[in-house]
């Protein structure tokens, strides 16, 4: 089995892990997130409780499986509005070239050019801490990426055979863009949302821990650490089991994007 391949089928096998424990939590344990147990605070990891319990005597179990549906759908929706309004905008742009192209791309740099945390943390804070504020801020600070992305793709598809003969036909752009160039880009926005999954995820965690994001008692992974970070050193299972959720589905995703990126690009795996 080549290397992409094997990336493919151990990536494809911890994201849909990762995925069915989420999804199946209430069949996979019979606690609540939420629920209050003043008299099994702080437990270790034991046959009732798989994860232990939190400072409220919450299972760790549950709120770790419900907090992977938040987690993973915030994760899920800050790629589809960056990477789906990017590779619109992109392609549109490298399509229509000329003026609009060059303003674009001018666009495109200035917003490249001032670290995305730092608009992210500051855009949080102003609108408040929630988790659709969350996904709306990361998904829009993301478009300016994936329209440099995808632009530098449409320009490559713009000047095959296939795209210059329908427009010598009288191909109308939005016939260009939907049926002969956002098809061919498939493979790339394959294999760009599976590594941008693990990014956004992580972004995503880090806000929800320093408050940003996910509001108690909500369960999330970054929120998770953050309530366990004052008991690490005694009772780490409240914060190194959120975070190994958080830094086991992140290695999932880029190792599926990886894999990707060399199946679905024969030269790339031949090198």
Do not use: K
């Not at 911890?14 to 069915?20: E, G, K, N, Q």
């Not at 549906?69 to 619109?88: D, K, P, Q, W």
């Not at 049926?179 to 590594?195: C, E, K, R």
């Not at 992974?221 to 190994?244: D, Q």
């Amino acid at each position: 089995m080549s290397a992409g391949r094997r990336g493919v089928a151990i990536g494809g096998v911890i994201v849909t892990a990762m995925v069915l424990l989420a999804l199946l939590a209430p069949v996979l344990t019979a606690y609540g997130p939420n629920t209050v147990d003043t008299g099994a605070i702080l437990e270790p990891p034991s046959a009732r409780h798989w994860a232990g319990t939190d400072n409220l005597g919450r299972d760790l179990f549950a709120r770790i499986l419900y907090g992977g549906r938040t987690s993973l759908g915030v994760a899920f929706g800050i790629v589809a509005i960056g990477m789906g309004l990017g590779a619109l905008l992109g392609c549109a742009v490298g399509l229509a070239g000329g003026w609009v192209d060059r303003i674009a791309m001018r666009l495109v740099d200035v917003a490249l050019a001032i670290p995305s945390l730092v608009i992210a943390l500051a855009l949080a804070a102003a609108v408040g801490p929630s988790l659709v504020n969350l996904v709306l801020i990361l998904g829009g600070l993301a478009v300016p990426l994936y329209v440099r992305l995808f632009r530098s793709e449409a320009l490559s598809l713009r000047e095959r055979p296939f795209v210059l003969a329908a427009r010598a036909n009288g191909a109308s752009a939005w016939r260009l863009l939907g049926v002969h160039i956002l098809p061919n880009i498939a493979p790339l926005f394959a294999t760009l949302a599976s590594s941008a999954l693990g990014t956004a995820l992580v972004a995503a965690s880090a806000l929800s821990f320093i408050g940003l994001g996910a509001q108690p008692p909500m369960p999330e992974w970054g929120a998770l650490i953050f309530e366990g970070r004052n008991t690490i050193m005694y009772e780490w299972w409240c914060a190194v089991l959120p975070g190994m959720a958080v830094a086991l589905s992140a290695l999932g995703f880029v190792l599926l994007g990886d894999g990707l990126r060399d199946v679905l690009d024969p030269r790339g795996e031949r090198t």
